[in-house]
C-alpha cells in the first residue's frame, strides 16, 4: 500500500511538473512512460503508464488533481526543466527534487524523494523515461 501511495504522488508530482513546462522541445502525444524506483530495502518493479499530452489538457486523468502538491521552485533552461515539489496527502508528507530533459518526442529525467516519517524517513530515487509512441486518440 505504501508503495503505490509513493508512486501515486511522485506521479501526480511529475505530472504538475509537465503542465507548467511546455516552453521546451516537446511533441504532443501518446506517451508510454516508464518509472523505477531504488530504495533501501524494497525494490518494487518498473511502472508503466500510457498518457495522452497535449499543451491544452497535459494531465489527462483529473483525478489527481484533489491531490495536495505544490511545485514551490522550478527553472527552465534549454529542454531541461528542474523544480522542487512538497505533497501532504492525508498526513503523509512528501518532499521531492527533479530535473528532465526533453528531446522532442522523447525525455528521461530523475526524481529524489523523501517521505517524512515520524519512525524514519523514506528516500527514494525514481528514473522516469517517456516516449512519444503515436498521436491522442
Known amino acids: 500500500m505504501r508503495t503505490k501511495l509513493i508512486m501515486t504522488l511522485i506521479f501526480i508530482a511529475f505530472l504538475g511538473l509537465i503542465s507548467n513546462a ?5 511533441e504532443e502525444g501518446r506517451y508510454e512512460i516508464i518509472s523505477k524506483i531504488k530504495m533501501s530495502g524494497v525494490q518494487p518493479p518498473p511502472v508503466t503508464i500510457t498518457r495522452c499530452m497535449t499543451p491544452q489538457d497535459p494531465v489527462p486523468d483529473q483525478s489527481t488533481t484533489d491531490q495536495n502538491c505544490q511545485v514551490i521552485d522550478m ?5 531541461t526543466v528542474t523544480w522542487k515539489v512538497e505533497c501532504d496527502h492525508e498526513g503523509q508528507k512528501m518532499r521531492g527534487s527533479g530535473k528532465m530533459i526533453y528531446h522532442g518526442d522523447h525525455f528521461e529525467g530523475t526524481i529524489d524523494t523523501v517521505m517524512l516519517d515520524p519512525d524514519g524517513d523514506m528516500k527514494m530515487t525514481t528514473t522516469v523515461k517517456g516516449k512519444r509512441v503515436g498521436p491522442c486518440q
Request: glycine share 20%; proline share 0%; aromatic share 20%.
Open 22 to 26: 511546455w516552453g521546451i522541445d516537446f
Open 75 to 79: 527553472n527552465t533552461e534549454g529542454n
